[in-house]
């Protein structure tokens, strides 16, 4: 909490860039995690259409979270 | 395809497959829920405590919008990797009960598999074990089976559903399949 309020005297530009920076790890992060995940479910599924579901339902909520950051730091 | 990959033998057919019980899933499911929402709950606390302190300038948060936008969505996105994460978990783990064997599939994290298997006419023993009051209420548990053979192998998963009636369906399939070699045996005497 006191660390936040400290933060109110960080310079705004070097805010927005520790989270662009923090913004393209969390997408490299994602994009192993989802190739990882997605080699699981395919490989030992039981069958093909819960790996199709999961990784459908894990793109589209990730999308969402991903417009939202990139969205926030447009308006940075 | 898992299925493909435990090479069924000739004349073996899968008799049930079997996933750890839905609790299990919920259970974990709901605690990585709970981590999702505390920003929220400390936003609240937050404002709750400008409420009653006016000068304790936390106030100073709120005027960090976009920032503490993109925080909240990466947590969020964070804990939905989580909830893949855990779901995972609960999904790749199976016994499969065949008509000559039962595979124990057991995913721990993504990058341990553990898989072993036993012949129905090697099973020694299966012991269950209902413990505690949810357990008991919604009816799952941790099955043991113990093998003799070589080298005495124990196969153990907590968490699954019905213990007794998966139990019951290991020995009939192993009562049977002894039958089937006594039949045969006694045919080609």
């Known amino acids: ?76 | 395809m898992l299925v493909e990959k435990i090479k069924l033998t000739e004349n073996e057919q899968i008799i049930k497959l079997i996933r750890k019980h839905w609790f299990i899933l919920f259970s974990r499911t709901v605690s990585v829920i709970f981590i999702a929402l505390l920003p929220i709950f400390a936003l609240i606390g937050f404002a709750a405590v400008e409420s009653y302190l006016p000068d304790s300038k936390l106030s100073a948060i709120y005027s960090y919008g976009a920032e503490m936008t993109f925080l909240l969505a990466l947590w969020v996105l964070l804990n939905w990797m989580m909830l893949f994460h855990v779901w995972t978990d609960y999904y790749l783990d199976v016994w499969i009960v065949t008509n000559r064997r039962v595979v124990v599939i057991d995913q721990r994290g993504l990058f341990n598999r553990v898989i072993g298997s036993f012949r129905l006419e090697r099973l020694q023993d299966m012991n269950i074990e209902i413990k505690g009051l949810i357990a008991t209420a919604l009816n799952y548990g941790t099955i043991e089976a113990q093998t003799a053979g070589g080298s005495e192998e124990e196969f153990r998963t907590a968490g699954l559903p019905d213990p007794r009636a998966i139990k019951a369906l290991i020995v009939e399939a192993a009562d049977k399949l002894e039958n089937h070699y006594h039949v045969h045996h006694d045919a080609t005497a």
């Not at chain 1, 790996?51 to 939202?68: D, N, R």
């Open chain 1, 1 to 76: 909490m006191v660390s936040m309020i400290e933060a109110s005297a960080m310079p705004s530009e070097l805010t927005s860039q520790i989270l662009h920076l923090v913004f393209y790890v969390i997408t490299l992060v994602f994009l192993f995690h989802s190739v990882v995940l997605g080699f699981h479910w395919f490989a030992y599924s039981t069958n093909k259409r819960t790996p199709m579901v999961a990784l459908a339902t894990y793109l589209i909520g990730s999308a969402v979270c991903f417009m939202v950051m990139a969205g926030t730091l447009s308006l940075m």
